[in-house]
């Protein structure tokens, strides 16, 4: 199975910063990498599609890239409602494989 | 609008069963693959099944021949049995429903989650 690791497992940030998250396929998936944001107390909500295409609706300081092994996700100036555990999930085959979560705190 | 809402979880002992159903609406529900995925309390996110539009079933390892899931078009419900339920299935269990019709691995609508607590 591939495996998925997500750095940092947490980190804190003011308002108005730029924050990156990285996760790491332990095989190449291409572009099939897709990021979440769960909220506390909520269901997951899907944000990003194909490493870097933003589903309808989410704001545009949300970008992904990255290709074959390396990812990334950036919040361009952090707002409070970003506070949130945030997921990559690999879609190149079953079992599909979620990262261990990197919570976001302001 | 999607609605996606999780019925059937509670308290169950060791190796006993119970039946998590979902109801879907909003969308032909037929065109869609469908997931569960569940969550351990604090813990972070792991896929455990999904069935095509058209039927295909895949499982986890960690569930495999243990859960069932099975889908009824004519209800637009998906269901799954999960049988000899052992203390680290307890989770949070959500319906997902996939992002484009005919494909798999994106979750794009999520239900609330139905909570399994497998205990003594």
């Known amino acids: 199975d591939i495996q998925m690791t997500q750095s940092p497992s947490s980190l804190s940030a003011s308002v108005g910063d730029s924050v990156t998250i990285t996760c790491r396929a332990s095989?190449?998936?291409?572009?099939?990498l897709n990021w979440y944001q769960q909220r506390p107390g909520k269901a997951p909500k899907f944000l990003i599609v194909a490493a870097s295409t933003l589903q309808s609706g989410v704001p545009s300081r949300f970008r992904g890239g990255g290709s074959g092994t390396g990812f990334n996700l950036t919040i361009s100036s952090l707002q409070p409602e970003d506070v949130a555990t945030y997921y990559c999930?690999?879609?190149?085959?079953?079992?599909?494989?979620f990262g261990q979560g990197t919570r976001v705190e302001i | 609008e999607v609605q996606l809402l999780e019925s059937g979880g509670g308290l169950i002992p060791p190796g006993g069963s119970l039946r998590l159903s979902c109801a879907a609406s909003?969308?032909?529900?037929?065109?869609?693959?469908m997931n569960w995925v569940r969550q351990a309390p604090g813990k972070g996110l792991e896929w455990v099944s999904a069935?095509?539009?058209?039927?295909?079933?895949y499982y986890a390892d960690s569930v495999k021949g243990r859960f069932t899931i099975s889908r009824d078009n004519s209800k637009n419900a998906l269901h799954l049995q999960l049988n000899s339920l052992r203390v680290e299935d307890t989770a949070l269990y959500f319906c997902?429903?996939?992002?484009?019709?005919?494909?798999?691995?994106?979750?794009?609508?999520w239900g609330q989650g139905i909570l399994v607590t497998v205990s003594p």
């Open positions: 999930q690999e879609s190149y085959g079953t079992p599909y494989i």
């Open positions: 069935v095509s539009g058209g039927g295909t079933t």
């Open positions: 909003g969308f032909t529900f037929s065109d869609y693959g």
């Open positions: 997902a429903k996939e992002r484009l019709a005919g494909g798999l691995g994106h979750f794009e609508h």
């Open positions: 095989q190449d998936i291409n572009i099939r």
